[in-house]
């Protein structure tokens, strides 16, 4: 069982006597006593509110003078000890928008006003809240959820589920904001929002006994260009219309959650929020990823370290970071070192909190010019004295996207000077997430050789690098632990037909076709690759399918044909 950590409160007499040596006679705005309406409200509405309130992931609400008053010693408490608010980012190692750090007038402000007597004030004084709905950002323009329920299960530990949501946009859409609301935070360890406008995933969804469909991989769906879309617990949205992303109509959302059973059935339903703005984006953004997946983490060992770097070819401005750990992570931190030698921090974390994850948004962006070295730090604590360790005794932990595993991820937001630029800088970083992609498959099978999955996912990988005899390898794995895994066949078959393998390519196609009959890819690849040995009318039959499943696709076949014909 995992152990969980408890706040125990100090005795209220040592917290008295403590805001006693300090009394003022005037409170914070020299206008007499404290007071929660003119005071403390303030505060509370800022930098409390967002979690403390109906539906968020506060145990309590924070939004009236009764709601603090009822709480008021154990809000001295925790705020004097920095406690609360919650915010993980070191001073001084970058300014983020939105920070939640205390100012020492404001933590006096709470203790001042228990020794005031806890006086509510004038009402005219209270200010109205920054919402103006149960959404942190107002009411959204179009807000989504799974078409049913889904009941998790109580055994297990990890659960990953995707849902397929259409989206009812009849025209072109620019989406300035995305804000994501779990139903049941107690269950929902993280989510990611992903496009997709091919209808697959929807396919795929259908096809399952039950609401959405299982596994970590998300097919053809992906993240809107240049965003990721995610939500963790303390993760705050915001808007920024000059980095709007295009929704085109016929595009469904692709929503993957990650489920820490509790040890009873819980129902789960998510809420997905889109904002809209009229006008196009000015800029365009890349995503830049630094990471370690050949995390092996010794049982005991209180500073297992990792690092990652990478030299910018173009110059970009930083919009965001968003560094992500598991339990056992320590320490974060990330800089960067500019061509003439100077160190520009982006960002530090020295308790790293798995509960409290966010994207940090820089105050005004980052400049950095080409030829910039990004460079990324991970400490973790495997040992017996870490407290969030959910291991006891401690074991060895590989890298892995379950939350008993770990992973070192830093995500940044980047805007390149130009579209040129942007092109350059994408293809230069996907070279280095191919790789590390490659090694984190690699280090999960050392973990976990029995999952077919991640076999299917590495060779395609492979496959996508060139490195054909690996990629033939691990499909064969797949199929090995998963007879009946038919996109695996699919794959396989393609695979062999680019390697001339033509019998052996049918013979997959067929064995994906027998256990999913109206599989419209094994169709499809059937079609083409018998059309390649001379079966012609087998060949257009296949096809025909395709094109009564898929009309948009009937040009695209009759191209191919014609290519192979001229081939021949």
């Known amino acids: ?262 040890g009873k059935p819980e129902e789960v339903q998510v809420s997905v929020g889109l904002f809209f703005t009229d006008r196009p984006p000015t800029r365009q953004s890349a995503l830049l990823r630094l990471s370690s997946k050949i995390l092996d983490i010794p049982p005991g060992a209180p500073d297992y370290a990792v690092a990652d770097a990478y030299v910018l070819p173009v110059d970009v401005e930083v919009i965001s970071v968003y560094p992500h750990a598991h339990y056992l992570g320590k320490r974060i931190a990330a800089f960067a070192t500019l061509p003439d030698g100077t160190v520009q921090w982006l960002i530090r974390m020295s308790e790293w909190d798995f509960a409290w994850q966010d994207e940090y948004r820089y105050v005004r962006p980052v400049f950095l010019p080409k030829g910039t070295t990004l460079q990324v730090e991970f400490t973790f604590d495997n040992s017996a004295a870490n407290p969030f360790n959910p291991r006891d005794p401690p074991v060895r932990v590989f890298y892995g996207r379950g939350s008993y595993d770990e992973m070192a991820d830093l995500t940044l937001q980047v805007v390149p000077r130009s579209g040129g630029d942007r092109d350059i800088l994408r293809w230069d970083h996907q070279r280095k997430w191919l790789a590390q992609e490659m090694e984190g498959l690699q280090t999960v099978l050392k973990a976990h050789p029995e999952q077919p999955d991640n076999h299917h996912t590495l060779a395609m990988l492979y496959q996508q690098t060139g490195r054909g005899e690996e990629a033939l390898s691990h499909f064969a794995e797949a199929l090995r632990l998963k007879p009946d895994y038919a996109e695996a066949h699919v794959n396989m078959g393609i695979a062999l037909a680019s390697r001339r393998d033509l019998p052996g390519a049918i013979e997959h196609l067929q064995r994906a076709l027998a256990i999913k009959l109206d599989y419209v890819e094994a169709h499809f690849n059937l079609g083409l690759v018998l059309q390649m040995v001379g079966r012609t009318q087998e060949a257009r039959r296949h096809l025909a399918i395709v094109v009564a499943q898929r009309p948009e696709m009937a040009g695209a076949i009759e191209s191919r044909l014609a290519r192979l014909a001229g081939s021949n």
Not at 10 to 28: H, R
Not at 35 to 55: K, Q, Y
Not at 117 to 141: A, F, M
Request: glycine residues 10%.
């Open 1 to 262: 069982m995992r152990r969980r950590i408890e706040f125990v409160p100090l005795f209220a007499c040592c917290v008295l006597a403590a805001m006693c040596s300090g009394c003022q006679e005037q409170g914070p705005s020299g206008g007499g006593p404290v007071t929660f309406n003119r005071d403390l409200a303030p505060i509370v509405l800022a930098t409390c509110a967002e979690c403390h309130r109906p539906g968020a992931s506060g145990p309590f609400p924070l939004l009236s003078y009764e709601d603090v008053k009822k709480h008021s010693t154990q809000i001295v408490e925790v705020t004097a000890s920095g406690y609360m608010p919650p915010w993980k980012p070191d001073a001084g190692y970058g300014e983020f928008v939105g920070a939640r750090r205390l100012q020492p007038e404001q933590v006096l402000a709470f203790e001042q006003w228990v020794v005031d007597g806890e006086l509510e004030g004038d009402p005219v004084e209270l200010p109205e809240p920054h919402w103006n709905s149960d959404w942190q950002l107002g009411k959204p323009d179009l807000v989504v959820q799974l078409q049913e329920p889904y009941m998790l299960a109580g055994g297990g530990i990890d659960v990953y589920r995707n849902f397929a949501i259409p989206l009812p946009v009849a025209t072109r859409r620019y989406v300035e904001a995305v804000e994501f609301r779990t139903h049941n935070e107690l269950v929902t360890h993280h989510a990611v929002v992903m496009l997709d406008p091919t209808g697959k995933a929807r396919l795929h969804d259908e096809r399952d006994d039950e609401p959405g469909f299982g596994g970590m991989e998300f097919g053809d769906a992906q993240g809107p260009d240049g965003h990721f879309i995610g939500w963790t617990p303390g993760k705050t949205p915001f808007r920024d219309p000059d980095l709007a992303w295009r929704l085109d109509p016929g595009t469904d959302l692709v929503v993957q959650l990650h489920m820490l059973p509790s």
